[in-house]
């Protein structure tokens, strides 16, 4: 059965500190890995990977993929209090655009 | 201007009540998708259509049914609700592929659904 699995499950950090977040996966048909930040409502996208060992990078937020190891993580530099929520890893499988999600790291980031 | 609108934003009720939950989005995807997110945060998908065909029909309770009128919108009924229906449901749209993928979500605001 495909499944993604991230940790930790939640991480408690003081601002300016850096964190690094896993997503492992074992998946029929991989197609590609995407990051989501859920603070209150909707997921909202952040990275989408492809291709091994390529990082993605946007601000303070970056991210890498292993297709050889099946995981991926999402690195948080200078965090900041704005950047607590849920970070949710997801993995597309097939050609019908079914993402597999994890169960999610809740990052609390304290002043 | 939302991209995916999602009504109602909250929604309780009975067991054994059948309730609808609507969504359309405007940015002119053609796939449109529902997700539960249980308590643990977890979210799973339970359908998706492509302009107006079913793609996607995981292993849901037929009690659940989608209904997408045009590609822009996809509706959710439920019958004879239970109370583990309870969670947050996701309307969900991706754009057309480029390349070889579409699996880019843009989600609604979710629907509190609380059944008692």
């Known amino acids: 059965e495909d499944k993604v699995v991230q940790s930790p499950l939640s991480l408690v950090v003081h601002e300016g500190d850096t964190v690094t977040l896993n997503c492992s996966y074992e998946v029929t048909n991989f197609r590609s890995l995407l990051w989501y930040k859920q603070e209150k409502k909707a997921p909202t996208f952040l990275f989408m990977l492809?291709?091994?060992?390529i990082e993605k990078k946007s601000g303070r937020l970056s991210s890498i993929l292993d297709k050889k190891e099946l995981f991926s993580i999402l690195n948080i530099t200078a965090t900041q209090t704005g950047d607590s929520a849920v970070y949710l890893c997801?993995?597309?499988?097939?050609?019908?655009?079914?993402?597999?999600f994890g169960q999610g790291t809740t990052l609390q980031v304290k002043p | 201007d939302t991209a995916v609108s999602q009504t109602p934003k909250y929604l309780v009720t009975q067991m054994g009540n059948d309730k609808s939950i609507k969504c359309e989005q405007n940015l002119g995807h053609d796939t449109m998708y529902w997700y539960k997110q249980d308590s643990k945060k977890f979210l799973k998908i339970m359908f998706s259509?492509?302009?107006?065909?079913?793609?996607i029909n995981e292993t849901v309770p037929n009690r659940f049914s989608p209904k997408s009128p045009d590609k822009a919108h996809l509706n959710l009924h439920i019958n004879s609700l239970e109370l583990g229906d309870s969670a947050v449901y996701f309307c969900?749209?991706?754009?057309?592929?480029?390349?070889?993928?579409?699996?880019?979500?843009?989600f609604g605001s979710g629907t509190q659904l609380s059944v008692l």
């Open positions: 492809t291709s091994s060992g």
């Open positions: 997801a993995v597309g499988s097939g050609n019908t655009g079914k993402l597999i």
């Open positions: 969900a749209s991706s754009p057309p592929r480029q390349g070889s993928t579409n699996e880019k979500l843009f």
């Open positions: 259509y492509n302009n107006k065909e079913l793609i």
